[in-house]
């Protein structure tokens, strides 16, 4: 059994005191990281009540549904921010991240109580691999986010279009490293490359700025 | 063996322009090569997932989810490219300059009826709906298109009519499925939407060249 409530309690407890010491952006993005690891949570739940609802093993619904309900709750706390508080497209891009990270963060924890901390290299691939899988996914909704967010029609449709852009990128991690061998290696190492690929494209699109 | 083929071949071409969109994107910050780019992209890893799914564990994935609503969304991405290359922003749905317009959301209807025979209703009834806009846009901006700048963009729109003839072809040819052999006509229209990215690349080059 995997108390996964007890340890979002556990986890979230200090980050919360600590946010009523912060103040402007630094608040805004640990509200973010925060609301990530509490979508990671409602996730979790969603997943496993859809793969109920269509009589998914939990294997089958970590390839097929999961990837497209993660996608979508990561996404929820910036659509709000956006929607409600009117964020300018660059302050949510950075809150897209933001919630990722959170994400990520709180299901590596979760990884970790399953199945223990004795291997470190292991972990530090799969830690790298997942966080790097959150954030290109959270970056190509920040991408959009930031080109699309101008006209309305283009709003409405342009999120739907990059939650299945992040989706299928996530859902084809997943294949990958539910296999054995040297492709779970290959699987890891394909957020990493891609977020190389959007680190180098950020750095020489700022240059030329 | 052939169909593989095909799709292995169908795989680099996308992955390829969504690789020449990113880095055009990077370069003129033209926001059609984003889209162009998320089209193509998007394109990839959906036949990427499905065909990995295919070769790991024998079958396709009992909920198609994921990949159908990536194809969705690389029609969404290529309404968007439109809307980008043209010279004034207009809404999605622009009026019919020929009265004849109205017989595309009569044919995407009608096919999306046929495919529910194997298809489930909400993903045809989408399928029907994008389709329907897709081939009403190249179709209207086509019949718009009067000066010379306006002329470079005719190769797009003719490119995105060949893309949503050989999707449509691709999916009637897979309700008779005869086998993985030339003979099949859904080799040949899968065949033609490799091609299609291919000229999209170009079309889009055309279009935003100043």
């Known amino acids: ?209 | 063996m052939i169909e593989t083929i095909v799709n292995a071949v169908q795989l680099i071409v996308t992955a390829l322009a969504a690789g020449f969109a990113a880095y055009r994107f990077v370069t003129s910050r033209h926001r059609a090569w984003l889209m162009f780019g998320f089209a193509s992209g998007v394109s990839f890893l959906s036949n990427l997932y499905w065909q990995l799914y295919l070769i790991f564990y024998g079958e396709t994935p009992h909920f198609s989810y994921i990949p159908d609503v990536s194809w969705y969304a690389s029609y969404v991405f290529l309404l968007m490219l439109m809307h980008e290359v043209r010279s004034v922003p207009l809404p999605v749905f622009t009026r019919p300059r020929s009265r004849l317009l109205w017989l595309v959301p009569v044919f995407t209807a009608g096919m999306g009826v046929f495919y529910m025979q194997w298809g489930d209703p909400i993903g045809n009834i989408i399928a029907a709906v994008l389709m329907c806009l897709l081939i009403w846009q190249s179709i209207n901006d086509l019949i718009a298109l009067k000066d010379e700048v306006c002329k470079k963009k005719r190769l797009l729109y003719i490119t995105v009519l060949i893309y949503c003839v050989s999707e449509y072809g691709a999916w009637t040819a897979s309700c008779y499925w005869i086998g993985d052999t030339l003979l099949n006509p859904y080799i040949w229209f899968d065949a033609l939407l490799s091609v299609t990215f291919i000229l999209l690349t170009i079309a889009v080059e055309r279009a935003v060249r100043r």
Request: proline letters at 2%; glycine letters at 8%.
């Open chain 1, 1 to 209: 059994m995997n108390y996964i409530e007890n340890i979002f309690v556990c986890i979230t407890a200090p980050l919360i005191v600590a946010m009523f010491f912060l103040r402007g952006k630094t608040l805004r993005m640990m509200i973010f990281m925060l609301a990530g690891m509490g979508m990671c949570l409602l996730s979790a739940y969603i997943s496993t009540f859809l793969a109920a609802l269509q009589g998914a093993d939990i294997f089958t619904a970590s390839l097929e549904i999961s990837p497209l309900v993660e996608e979508v709750m990561k996404l929820l706390p910036v659509l709000f921010y956006l929607i409600v508080f009117g964020a300018d497209a660059d302050d949510a891009a950075d809150a897209v991240l933001m919630t990722a990270a959170g994400f990520a963060t709180f299901e590596n924890i979760c990884y970790l109580i399953q199945n223990g901390a004795d291997d470190l290299f292991g972990l530090a691939v799969r830690g790298f691999g997942t966080g790097a899988m959150h954030i290109v996914c959270g970056s190509i909704a920040g991408l959009g986010i930031m080109h699309l967010w101008k006209r309305k029609w283009i709003r409405a449709a342009g999120t739907l279009a990059l939650l299945s852009a992040a989706s299928v990128f996530h859902g084809t991690y997943n294949i990958l490293v539910s296999q054995t061998g040297a492709i779970v290696y290959i699987g890891y190492s394909i957020p990493l490359v891609t977020a190389a690929v959007i680190i180098a494209a950020k750095v020489r699109s700022s240059r030329k700025i």
